[in-house]
Every structure is written in structure tokens, then in C-alpha cells.
């Protein structure tokens, strides 16, 4: 039961440090990794130590909403939204060697969306997007 515990607190504690790092939901796995940091030093029984875990995750990370049918998705505004829409991208090569971004289809679209991109035009798309990376914009 221990190596369990000492597992799954493990894998909780790498996933908040590596969303901490950044993004719009950096401050809120920043508080999550202190939390479980706090939860896996604790010398306290352990549903004490759960029970204090889980508080302190409500009152920082996820504030008490309302079920109303006005809910707010953006995770800007609403810190309860903790994974933010996106759809799912594929990057590949066509049977013509350009780089293929694939965009899977939305549920009122009837196809998905492809950008093909010449080798020859490759490194200026890799380039604007490591910019877009270590910039703010």
C-alpha cells in the first residue's frame, strides 16, 4: 500500500512541476505542486493528510462555481477549467514529401483541416514558430 501511495504521489507531483513551468494555468499547478509536495512530507495519518490535501486544493486551485447554465469556459476567467479546448493536430509527410498539419474536424465541420508546406518553405514555418515559443507573441 505504501509503494502505491509513494508512486501515485510521485507521478501527481512530476505532472503539476511540468505544467507549473508554464501557460495560462501555470499559477494554479504551481499551487497543486505545493500541495503535493505538502501531502507527500506530511508525518500526519493518512486520511488526515488526504482530507488537508483536498482542502487545499478547493480553496486555491478550484473555487466554489455555480451550476448554472451560464457556466464560463474560459480558463482565463474560470480557474475550475483545468484543460481548455483543442482539438487533435497530426504532423506528417504526403506522398509529394511537404510536411502535412492536420487538424482533426470540429462536430459541424465535414472535413478536417490541412496545411501542406513545401520542404522548401520548412525551416521558415520551424523558425516563426520557435519564435512564437520563446516570445510573449
Same mark, same amino acid.
Given at each position: 500500500m505504501?509503494?502505491?501511495?509513494t508512486t501515485a504521489?510521485? =507521478?501527481l507531483h512530476l505532472i503539476a512541476t511540468e505544467a507549473a513551468s508554464s501557460g495560462p494555468l501555470a499559477s494554479k499547478a504551481r499551487e497543486t505542486a505545493a500541495a503535493i509536495e505538502d501531502f507527500k512530507t506530511s508525518t500526519?495519518?493518512?486520511?488526515?493528510?488526504?482530507a488537508a490535501f483536498v482542502e487545499r486544493l478547493a480553496q486555491h486551485v478550484a473555487?466554489?462555481?455555480?451550476?448554472?447554465?451560464?457556466? =464560463?469556459?474560459d480558463a482565463e476567467a474560470n480557474p475550475s477549467v483545468v484543460c481548455p479546448e483543442q482539438r487533435s493536430l497530426a504532423i506528417y509527410t504526403n506522398p509529394f514529401g511537404q510536411a502535412v498539419i492536420r487538424q482533426e474536424r470540429s462536430w459541424d465541420e465535414e472535413d478536417?483541416?490541412?496545411i501542406c508546406i513545401s520542404k522548401s518553405h520548412l525551416?521558415?514555418?520551424i523558425d516563426r514558430l520557435?519564435?512564437?515559443l520563446s516570445s510573449d507573441g
Open positions: 505504501k509503494a502505491e501511495q504521489q510521485d =507521478k500526519e495519518p493518512m486520511d488526515v493528510a488526504a473555487p466554489p462555481i455555480s451550476n448554472s447554465d451560464d457556466f =464560463k469556459w478536417d483541416t490541412w525551416q521558415d514555418v520557435q519564435h512564437i
